[in-house]
Each structure stands twice: as C-alpha cells, then as structure tokens.
Nanobody, 124 residues
Framework: QVQLVESGGGLVQAGGSLRLSCAASGRTFSPYAMGWFRQAPGNERELVAGINWSGGRTYYADSVKGRFTISRDNAKNTVYLQMNSLKPEDTAVYYC?????????????????WGQGTQVTVSS
C-alpha cells in the first residue's frame, strides 16, 4: 500500500522560507511522478509543482514560479518543495501526491495517491 507522509509545514512570516518533505513507502519510488498540491479554505485543490519520474521535467503553477522548487531524492524515497519568498496567499494545506502508473510526466491530472497534508501559514 502506497503511503505518503508530509512534514515541514508551519507558521512563517511573509518573505520567509519553508521546505516541505514527503516520504513515500509501499512501493519502489523512482519510477513514479510526484507532486505537491495545496488547498486553501473555500478554494479547489491545485497543483503547485510536479516532477516526473526521472526529475528531468517539472511543472509549476504560475503563482509560484521563481519562488518554489520541487526536487526528489530517489535514494531517500523523498520529494521536497522548497518555498521561498512566501506570501500570505500561499497559506493552505499542502498535499503530496503520486501517480499510479510508471514513467509519466507529472502533469496535473496524473495523480492518484495522496498524503494527509501539512498546514502552511504565512503571516503578513
């Protein structure tokens, strides 16, 4: 059974940084795309960043381009989201997600398994 466990959320002032981590277990990690989504109260869940199985292709929401960086360490079965220059509008629950099929790109509609989420709150 695939399990995804997020960590690294918290409270930070605007302009600050956080790094989220997601540890995956239950299957071989490297062949699968990984992504970070977020959902703020009253909003739909949106893809923040995605990374394909090899790490050679990434996606970013326009709202986070230049500020957030997604990366993966296949040896540690972990995906990261480095968030810099945080803004109050980045406040949300952040979810780690992964595909159920191998060797895909990490596009927004390719996620099947989800973590429980970690809260990120950015104060102004």
């Amino acid at each position: 059974q695939v399990q995804l466990v997020e960590s690294g959320g918290g409270l930070v002032q605007a302009g600050g940084s956080l790094r989220l981590s997601c540890a995956a277990s239950g299957r071989t990690f490297s062949p699968y795309a990984m992504g970070w989504f977020r959902q703020a109260p009253g909003n739909e869940r949106e893809l923040v960043a995605g990374i394909n199985w090899s790490g050679g292709r990434t996606y970013y929401a326009d709202s986070v381009k230049g500020r957030f960086t997604i990366s993966r360490d296949n040896a540690k079965n972990t995906v990261y989201l480095q968030m810099n220059s945080l803004k109050p509008e980045d406040t949300a629950v952040y979810y780690c997600a992964t595909d159920r099929f191998q060797y895909r790109s990490g596009a927004p509609n390719e996620y099947y398994y989800w973590g429980q989420g970690t809260q990120v709150t950015v104060s102004s």
